[in-house]
């Protein structure tokens, strides 16, 4: 797309994120018809919400300060856990341990999970109703 239309996806010289909702999306499936043939596909999915949590923050990318020579080390990915740098990069430096993770430069994504239940008209006779966590 940036090359086709790159004042659309740089601001000055800032990459745009963009968001895409999409409404009255025509097949919609129940819960128990969710299988592995579905996956990588969008579909809809119809059910009650019985829970949600909080927005919370999370941490997507990382810079952190070598608390030993004051080195920056930035844009460390962080993969579902908390990841330090393994060792700084200034040679003559050497840590693996010291570092202060800077939030003003680190990049942070909100997200909340939701807990899904099959609609009551869609549960067959003397079965429980299946659940669905959505993140």
């Avoid at 999915?45 to 829970?51: M, P």
């Avoid at 608390?67 to 693996?96: D, S």
């Avoid at 999970?113 to 669905?132: H, K």
């Amino acid at each position: 797309m940036m090359e086709l239309y790159p004042e659309v996806v740089m601001v000055n010289d800032t990459p745009r994120s963009y968001y895409v909702s999409i409404y009255n999306y025509p097949l919609i499936f129940s819960i128990r018809d969710l299988k592995t043939s579905r996956v990588g596909y969008l579909i809809a999915v119809q059910g009650t919400i019985t829970r949600t949590t909080q927005t919370r923050p999370e941490l997507e990318l990382a810079s952190f300060k070598c608390l030993e020579c004051g080195t920056i080390v930035p844009h460390i990915p962080q993969q579902f856990k908390y990841t330090q740098p393994t060792i700084c990069p200034m040679e003559r430096c050497g840590n693996k341990t010291s570092f202060l993770v800077l939030p003003e430069e680190s990049r942070f994504n909100d997200w909340q999970q939701i807990r899904m239940q099959e609609n009551s008209s869609d549960i067959p006779a003397g079965s429980m109703p299946r659940t669905l966590s959505i993140i």
